[in-house]
């Protein structure tokens, strides 16, 4: 009977991660074929999607360089992602089980989690917060991607109350390696970046706000090509001056434009005040970056 | 009779949950339910008017461009503002850009996989790197067959493609070539939007009375390089493909009613043209009757019911009135309101874009080439269900394709002629009070945005977006949703496999993620991959 539940649940994890790499559909891995394949070396991430609104996906899948089809094929084992995998109900829902009993995987949070009360938000009949809850006890690490993730983001301030991952952590007592990469969305190359140096072993250096400073280590302004111009956004609102990140010198979209750079005031996006405490977006305003739990 | 419960349905943005009640093989009646809910229209309460395009654009990350758009519109409209031409043309090119991106990416990477075997890639023997590596994988778990079968039991039923699975190698060696590489279009599809909307998801250069910036001519140059290669995979290899299946593969299913529902069509039209007419065209359309052209017209008629959906109050009114006050505990099953055109519950979406073109016959949009040839597979006997809305999706794209040429044509005039100014600052601010509406399409349906300002601030503010209609419940006249009503029919010869389930609620396109569990009468835990 135990035999029987290991395969099933490895059958099912293997068919399934496999067609969620592949973004293929799960159900044709029942002509009774099983994956003990490549996918099985690579390194395991499970991905679930709270109070988002798939910008955070669609931006990772934005990436030229590297393209998402080598990282899928060749990198990762991406065993759970809603919007990207084959497999529906049960089956995603077994593999994410299975996932979460064998452990050691990267979890990768997308929006915020209902604070307010847990009937905000439900996938399979069950709260997001305890499926975050019981695949973060199991990590190796969770990356918040996103500003809904790390701190709240839009979710924070509505009646929903969308909090970030930290929060929930605190909140169960739960002890883990956490990396915010906020903003809205977060930029492809913050995402790969710190998922290869992760695997690598490297040492990443995170700031008070559990951000890496590699990324989110200088303020906008200082780096900003109308920073001492007329051409300064300050007076339309621009948060550059309050805000950390690398966005002057990657740019947005394979380095074509970015906020600014189209003539827009940056909003502060991955700073923990935002939106909320960050708001009115388009009116001069000191924003000190704050953001009470 | 058995009832079957999806949740979540996957591959679809958003949370979404189907209960289905099956009779005799097909679905007798259907319940589609939203479950997850943020509550995004109330935040913005109190807030600057200003703040709301870039505050709804973050409601969905994969029509981005569309609710920041829209939300434009709304506040103009309530500022009293006039869009500048060429604030008019940069912002159809970077929604157009976002739309180019998003009708592929739905096709390949959200739907196509409905209706493929992925397992004949066993027999590949081509040389791409990508397929020998998916082709390796397949070959590897047949190498290592299960010690005990019985896994598989009754929770994971083994598939066998039904009638509308493709298994012909060589159309599936070409579909997953072309999946692969419309993820790299899709990519530089947004590519091309950012050059103008600063980045891409969520770009940052529309705002409320205009854009801002005037792309350059390097700018330019740049996005129509990018334009070209996007436009060339569209014309060469994504409308053919669609067309291809549905002609051939799946004409069966194609001339079938699987997912044909109610037949009326509601569109709001978008990407206004220099002569004043809309790009795709705005109408409804109510038991094959073209009851209205303008948006004029049709704006007064929307209301809201939230009978079955877990909001206070319970009577329909009209979205500029609407309360967003949740209650989670009113006996109901959905967060998604049911918006109503003249009492009509109606289909939204590629689908009723293409019928309000067939049928509004002076529009010139209606002489358009792809156009034509949707009416000529209707002619044929394609009926109006799941392969007709993935045709239309495909078709429309190609009218898309020449108009954002034609605008990029209008942006070198325009700046040959001085005509540059891309902001009505005049009415940047805000009024003390005013009230305002800016109705568009998204790539997935109609989309509206109504704001009301008290004070200077937001005082209330209501989106009706393009899967509230698809998606809508039950109202309190008894009449389902398009979702709801397009699943009527619906054949589930085997209750362990309800594979049409999933194929005619993507062929909507919806906008909530889904992944479906299935429920046996008896309350056992019975599940299916759809």
Not at chain 2, 444 to 466: E, Q, T
Request: aromatic residues 8%.
């Amino acid at each position: 009977m135990k035999a029987k539940l290991i395969n099933r649940r490895h059958f099912i994890k293997m068919s399934s991660s496999a067609a969620a790499a592949l973004g293929l559909s799960q159900f044709l891995f029942t002509k009774e074929v099983f994956a003990a394949g490549p996918n099985a070396k690579k390194p395991a991430v499970i991905w679930l999607e709270a109070q988002d609104c798939t910008g955070c996906t669609e931006s990772v899948l934005s990436s030229l360089t590297p393209a998402p089809i080598d990282v899928l094929l060749d990198t990762i084992n991406l065993q759970y992602h809603e919007t990207v995998m084959s497999g529906t109900g049960y089956v995603a829902e077994s593999a994410l089980q299975a996932a979460i009993q064998e452990g050691g995987y990267i979890l990768v949070i997308e929006g915020a989690i209902p604070a307010a009360d847990k009937r905000f938000m439900k996938v399979a009949g069950k709260p997001v917060e305890d499926t975050f809850i019981e695949a973060s006890r199991n990590a190796s690490a969770i990356i918040a991607i996103g500003a809904c993730a790390s701190y709240g983001g839009i979710c924070r301030g509505g009646e929903s109350d969308g909090q970030g991952a930290e929060y929930f952590l605190d909140k169960h007592g739960v002890s883990k390696t956490l990396i915010n990469l906020p903003g809205c969305p977060l930029h492809p190359q913050w995402f790969y970046e710190t998922v290869i140096d992760f695997l690598n072993g490297k040492n990443i250096n995170l700031d008070s706000n559990k951000r890496p400073t590699s990324i989110y280590g200088q303020k906008v302004h200082r780096n900003c090509f109308r920073r001492g111009t007329n051409l300064c956004l300050k007076s339309q609102g621009c948060k550059g001056m309050w805000t950390k990140s690398n966005c002057p010198t990657l740019k947005w979209n394979d380095g074509v434009n970015w906020c600014i750079g189209s003539g827009a005031p940056c909003a502060g996006c991955t700073e923990p005040a935002f939106y909320d405490q960050i708001s009115p977006l388009y009116t001069k305003k000191f924003i000190s970056s704050y953001y009470p739990k | 009779m058995a009832q079957i419960t999806i949740d979540p349905l996957t591959r679809i943005e958003g949370h979404l949950k189907v209960n289905v009640n099956v009779n005799g093989g097909t679905v007798s009646d259907a319940e589609v339910s939203g479950t997850a809910a943020r509550g995004i229209e109330k935040l913005l309460k109190g807030k600057e008017p200003r703040d709301a395009a870039y505050i709804t654009e973050r409601i969905c990350g994969v029509c981005f461009t569309a609710h920041g758009w829209t939300s434009s519109i709304a506040v103009e409209n309530a500022h009293n503002a006039n869009l500048p031409d060429a604030a008019r043309v940069v912002r159809n090119l970077i929604a157009g850009g976002a739309w180019l991106h998003d009708h592929p990416l739905h096709f390949y990477h959200l739907s196509a996989v409905d209706y493929i075997d992925i397992t004949v890639l066993a027999n590949y023997s081509g040389s791409d790197i990508n397929l020998n590596k998916i082709k390796n994988l397949i070959l590897s778990e047949v190498a290592n067959p299960p010690i005990d079968g019985s896994y598989v039991g009754p929770f994971v039923p083994t598939y066998a493609p039904d009638q509308y699975s493709i298994t012909d190698l060589d159309t599936v060696v070409t579909l997953v070539q072309h999946y692969i590489k419309a993820l790299e279009i899709q990519a530089k599809a947004k590519k091309m939007s950012a050059i103008f909307g600063g980045k891409q998801p969520h770009q940052s250069s529309i705002i409320p009375t205009g854009v801002t910036m005037f792309p350059n001519a390097d700018q330019r140059s740049q996005f129509r390089v990018l334009l070209d290669e996007v436009t060339g995979f569209i014309k060469n290899t994504y409308v053919p493909d669609v067309l291809g299946l549905g002609t051939n593969e799946l004409f069966g299913l194609a001339t079938s009613d699987i997912g044909v529902g109610y037949q009326n069509y509601l569109a709001y039209g978008c990407f206004p043209e220099k002569q004043g007419h809309l790009m795709y065209p705005e109408g409804a359309i109510v038991n094959g009757i073209l009851m209205a052209d303008n948006r004029d017209d049709i704006e007064p008629l929307i209301t809201e019911d939230v009978t079955n959906a877990w909001y206070q109050s319970n009577s329909a009114g009209h979205p500029s009135s609407s309360q967003q006050n949740f209650n989670l505990d009113k006996s109901a099953y959905t967060f998604v309101k049911a918006p109503r055109y003249n009492g009509q519950p109606m289909e939204v979406g590629p689908l009723a874009r293409m019928m309000v073109m067939a049928n509004r016959t002076s529009h010139p949009s209606h002489s358009h080439s792809a156009v034509q040839q949707f009416i000529g597979l209707v002619n044929a006997g394609v009926k109006p269900g799941v392969v007709a809305r993935h045709a239309a999706r495909a078709l429309e794209t190609l009218i898309l394709c020449d108009s954002m040429y034609n605008w990029m044509d209008e942006l070198d005039s325009l700046e040959a002629s001085g005509n540059t100014q891309i902001r009505d600052n005049n009415h940047w601010d805000p009024p003390r009070n005013g009230s305002g509406w800016g109705m568009t399409e998204a790539p997935r349906g109609a989309l509206g945005h109504w704001i009301d300002i008290s004070n200077f601030a937001i005082g209330n503010y209501a989106c009706v977006v393009p899967t509230t209609w698809n998606a809508s419940p039950l109202d309190a006249n008894g009449l389902n949703g398009p979702f709801e009503e397009a699943l009527k029919g619906c054949p589930v010869p085997d209750e362990n496999n309800p594979i049409n389930v999933g194929r005619i609620i993507r062929s909507f396109d919806p906008c909530l993620a889904c992944a479906v569990h299935v429920i046996a009468p008896n309350g056992d835990m019975k599940q299916y991959k759809i």
